[in-house]
């Protein structure tokens, strides 16, 4: 318990001080514990450095600031997140979105980078094999949209491509990020809610809308994306469902993990 109230202090530390420059160091003197205990426990329950983590973080706040005010110019989003030039900027930028900040310009927005929170808790242990992000914002479009439908998304054979190369994985996660967003309407959520696990939040309550957004996601089955010289196939579970009968945020997220699993299994 106290290893998690330690990780969820070191997290809201991240999360303020984005903006700044930021040390591990300064982390671990904020939450009273030393830089090795935190490093651990961060790969332990995430998989990351916390280096890695804050970096992804701003790339992702990056990309929507890039998306979303496109009268702001790069170099003034570079400056933002910590970097003293363009160049130094596009190529952190390039090495998690895979495409020049320019470029992403033209691309919809993701939340392919959501907040890590703590590993939910069943009885008085914490459940280890499930990546737990913050689903604040889909939650609060979500109440505002109860009665629309999910399409849900993951990767089939994500191991065999990690065992590749963690770059392969990461570049099949983006790779099904940008396959739901372009077969998402201009007025759906796409949001990451777990590892390889993806929803659409669409902007319609006709079920044949979201099967129709599904069809378009398994009409790309096995196309390929390109790791240094090799040609990966991707496949991706893909499942509709409607859970306008979770109301509370935990209910939510588990809901949308129960769906997904039902439809691999269906």
């Known amino acids: 318990m106290q290893h998690m109230e330690l990780l969820l202090a070191a ?18 003197a904020a939450c009273f514990c ?17 280096h890695e983590y804050i970096i992804r ?3 992702m706040l990056a990309a929507r600031k890039l998306s979303g ?22 190529r952190v930028f390039e090495q998690i979105w895979n495409c020049k900040p320019s470029e992403f310009r033209r691309t919809k927005f993701a939340e392919l980078f ?32 109860r009665d629309c439908f999910f399409v849900l998304c993951d990767v089939k054979q994500m191991i065999p491509i990690n065992e590749i190369s963690y ?18 309407g ?31 996601i398994r009409r790309m089955d096995g196309q390929t994306f390109l790791y240094e010289d090799q040609e990966i196939p991707l496949v991706l579970h893909v499942a509709v469902a409607n859970i306008q009968e979770c109301h509370r945020y935990e209910d939510v997220f588990a809901g949308l993990h129960k769906a997904l699993r039902a439809g691999k299994s269906s």
């Not at 008085?124 to 949209?145: G, P, Q, T, W």
């Open 167 to 184: 770059k392969a994985g990461d570049l099949a996660i983006l790779e099904q990020m940008r396959r739901m967003t372009s077969a998402a």
């Open 69 to 90: 005010q496109p009268e702001t110019s790069i170099l003034a989003v570079a400056l933002e997140y910590g970097y003293s030039t363009h160049e130094s900027f596009a």
């Open 186 to 216: 201009e007025k759906d959520i796409v949001f990451r809610i777990g590892g390889d696990e993806f929803c659409i939040l669409t902007a319609s309550n006709e079920i044949s809308y979201a099967q129709r957004i599904a069809d378009r």
């Open 11 to 28: 997290l809201e530390y991240i999360e303020i001080h984005l903006c700044d420059e930021i040390r591990t160091d300064d982390i671990a």
């Open 114 to 145: 959501p907040r890590l929170t703590a590993p939910p808790m069943k009885g008085n242990d914490y459940i280890m094999h499930r990546k737990h992000v913050d689903i604040s914002e889909l939650y609060d479009a979500f109440k505002e949209r």
């Open 34 to 50: 030393s830089k090795s205990t935190l490093e651990k426990l961060f790969r332990r329950v995430h998989s990351i450095s916390v």
């Open 57 to 59: 973080r701003r790339m």
